[in-house]
């Protein structure tokens, strides 16, 4: 089973139609599955991305 890293939890809010009616809607946050150092892990995509950076600039390329 992955560790969860991340502490990104949904937003709540409203979905507004062109009438103005108000319905309950979440934003659920991009986490994705990825394996660092052997070890799987749960992490938002935003932050594998920058993961990604930091090990590209330290390898030099």
Not at 3 to 32: C, D, E, I, Y
Request: aromatic share 0%; hydrophobic share 30%; charged share 30%.
């Amino acid at each position: 089973m992955a560790t969860k890293v991340t502490t990104k939890k949904p937003l709540s809010g409203n979905n507004r139609s062109h009438a103005l009616n108000a319905t309950k809607r979440k934003q659920k946050p991009n986490l994705q599955v990825k394996t660092i150092n052997g070890e799987k892990v749960i992490i938002s995509a935003r932050e594998a991305r920058t993961i990604n950076k930091a090990s590209k600039k330290e390898t030099g390329l």
